[in-house]
T-cell receptor, first 110, second 113 residues
Framework: GEDVEQSLFLSVREGDSSVINCTYT??????LYWYKQEPGAGLQLLTY?????DMKQDQRLTVLLNKKDKHLSLRIADTQTGDSAIYFC??????????FGSGTRLLVRP | NAGVTQTPKFQVLKTGQSMTLQCAQD?????MYWYRQDPGMGLRLIYY???????DKGEVPNGYNVSRLNKREFSLRLESAAPSQTSVYFC????????????FGSGTQLSVL
């Protein structure tokens, strides 16, 4: 079945760039997603990329997609303490349901 | 403009007790979902309802039942709670089955002793 994998933890210094990586298995996914979960809250859609794109930029966020390697990354430029959260990547299965990774906890040190 | 509202926010149960988690959305969405979130495992889909009057099993449906009461409300019931059901439960909704934008509730922290 479909599987999405992420590293569990990333720590960066405030002002540095953060790169969160994800690998997925379902090559037929039309979209791939990044969600953000702040402490005590539900998930919020951060950004998504259509599968025929290689890159999408949205202010401080850059999403890179390597379809050949089934690798997705999220780069956050000028990381701030408010970016500390858990970040989930997700793909869509054949029934249009989201399959989430286990989440990467990003800690931003002052 | 509440979005997705879940109740209760916290609940402690004893093994064997039953309870119902409530979820309501005010965005006129067709599809609603129940997920559980466990440490290191991400979110796993329990049940979903693609439209009013329909429900389908997700990845981990055992031990749960759901009711799509109307277009707004989708409840999750634990008939006989087990410690393995200790988790954070999230309800979500989307306009259609294409999940390009899921809206999540703030979650229910459930502990089963």
């Amino acid at each position: 079945g479909e599987d999405v994998e992420q590293s569990l933890f990333l720590s960066v210094r405030e002002g540095d760039s953060s790169v969160i990586n994800c690998t997925y298995t379902d090559s037929s996914s039309t979209y791939l997603y990044w969600y953000k979960q702040e402490p005590g809250a539900g998930l919020q859609l951060l950004t998504y990329i259509f599968s025929n794109m290689d890159m999408k930029q949205d202010q401080r966020l850059t999403v890179l997609l390597n379809k050949k390697d089934k690798h997705l990354s999220l780069r956050i430029a000028d990381t701030q303490t408010g970016d500390s959260a858990i970040y989930f990547c997700a793909e869509v299965d054949s029934s249009y349901k989201l399959i989430f990774g286990s989440g990467t906890r990003l800690l931003v040190r002052p | 403009n509440a979005g997705v509202t879940q109740t209760p926010k916290f609940q402690v149960l004893k093994t064997g007790q039953s309870m119902t988690l409530q979820c309501a959305q005010d965005m006129n969405h067709n599809s609603m979902y129940w997920y559980r979130q466990d440490p290191g495992m991400g979110l796993r889909l329990i049940y979903y309802s693609a439209s009013e009057g329909t429900t389908d099993k997700g990845e981990v449906p055992n031990g749960y039942n759901v009711s799509r009461l109307n277009k707004r409300e989708f409840s999750l019931r634990l008939e006989s709670a087990a410690p393995s059901q200790t988790s954070v439960y999230f309800c979500a909704s989307s306009r259609d089955r294409e999940p390009e934008k899921l809206f999540f509730g703030s979650g229910t922290q459930l502990s089963v002793l």
